[in-house]
């Protein structure tokens, strides 16, 4: 059966922007790249976020949906950390523009938000101990 999420994917528009916001900025690091096999182009570069977590990049973006609260589909990638103050005083320091500062959500975690280079939203979360996601559900 299922064990969990294995990686999220982006086509990205450009792969050195996409690469220094996930591997310099975030600390992703980038694993391998493979190559198309009938051509030899790059195709997809795989950043480890975590043991059994990756990101996929691909190249050849070349248009980009305009997504809001009313699309379906794709909202955003979540990132769980030990301190919202920390990443977000950390993004900054990096160039990063937040897009929401840190507070506190309906479900008690607190959270920050920002943008990756091709406009994909990012959520910075860190739990806070009675959140919903933390009870045991049966």
Avoid at 41 to 49: H, Q, S, T
Wanted: charged letters at 30%.
């Amino acid at each position: 059966m299922i064990k969990g999420i294995g990686h999220n994917a982006y086509t990205v528009k450009d792969m050195e922007k996409s690469l220094h916001f996930y591997s310099d900025v975030l600390g992703f690091k980038k694993l391998f790249e493979l190559k198309k096999p009938a051509t030899g182009e790059p195709w997809i570069v795989y950043l480890k976020v975590r043991e059994g977590q990756f990101i996929e990049l691909f190249y050849g973006g070349e248009k980009r949906v305009e997504a809001d609260s009313a699309t379906i589909g794709y909202a955003h990638l979540c990132l769980e950390v030990d301190d919202i103050h920390e990443i977000a005083n950390y993004l900054k320091s990096k160039g990063v523009t937040l897009d929401v500062e840190p507070k506190q959500g309906l479900d008690l975690n607190y959270q920050c938000w920002a943008k990756d280079p091709d406009g994909n939203r990012i959520e910075f979360m860190q739990l806070h101990p009675d959140c919903p996601q933390l009870k045991v559900y049966e």
